[in-house]
């Protein structure tokens, strides 16, 4: 994608969503942290369920702290990796309190130095809660990135860097949640919805779905492997 192109495709997308959220409920940055910290490998409808009673009783690292590990596991351990999850959380808490005075820092090295929280998950709260020109590139930004051809890596930390490099203003700030979007109901990962996305014209995907119910085109490597194997089989 050119320039234009690339402008013109958050350009579509601004206009359907002119101001787009995490889809995670939160009331304040440190609930934030937790919700995005306790998201990993899992969908934010399941945090959300989890986290609607945790953060009417819990709103700071302090009140964490009250609750201890054991009560939080009660309230999260619907949510994967709920045991690690919890340990990670309270770790938290206790720095946050011990160097931070209970406040989230707003920078990302001291983000990512809390226990459970990695480069994606700083990005996250840097970006929803302090409005910062971050990228964090998940499941779905990774797949857009590189299926559209804006922002092409083969780690997310290379597709952040391609979206850091390319996309423009007034957009830096919108294009994550527009992307999470466009990649969670539109650009899905069997069967993107070509047919009815926006910006399949400045979309340089291969296998677009043009008709609705058209099954994807067969991958590759089945055609590759998988008959390369079927032929030895038969020989
Ligand atoms: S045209 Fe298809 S592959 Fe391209 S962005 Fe849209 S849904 Fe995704």
């Known amino acids: 994608m050119n320039k234009d192109q690339i402008f013109e495709f958050f350009r579509r997308l601004a206009e359907t969503n002119p101001s787009p959220e995490t889809e995670l409920e939160y009331g304040n940055v440190y609930q ?15 945090v959300n369920k989890a986290t609607r009673a945790l953060f009417a009783k819990v709103k700071t690292p302090a009140e964490m702290l009250e609750l ?38 707003a920078d990302r090295d001291l983000l990512t130095a809390l226990p459970g929280v990695g480069r994606k998950t700083a990005n996250v709260v840097l970006n929803c809660a302090f409005g910062a020109e971050t990228f964090a590139v998940d ?6 990135g590189n299926r559209t051809g804006l922002a092409k890596g083969k780690t997310p930390l290379a597709v952040e860097k391609q979206l850091e490099k390319k996309v423009p203003q007034p957009f830096r700030v919108g294009s994550h949640h527009w992307m999470i979007l466009h990649g969670r109901y539109v650009c899905k990962a069997r069967s993107p919805e070509c047919w009815r996305c926006e910006v399949v014209d400045l979309c340089g995907f291969r296998g677009k779905i043009l008709e609705k119910g058209a099954k994807p085109a067969t991958k590759p490597a089945t055609r590759g492997a998988g008959a390369r194997k079927a032929k030895e089989k038969k020989a």
């Open 32 to 46: 934030l942290l937790v919700a995005v910290t306790l998201s990993a490998q899992a969908t934010d409808v399941g």
């Open 68 to 105: 201890g590990e054991e009560g939080l596991k009660q309230h999260i351990k619907t949510i994967g990796l709920f045991n690690s999850k919890a340990k990670n959380v309270i770790a938290m808490a206790e720095i946050l309190v011990r160097e931070h005075g209970g406040e989230v820092p």
């Open 139 to 144: 499941t779905h930004i990774f797949r857009v």
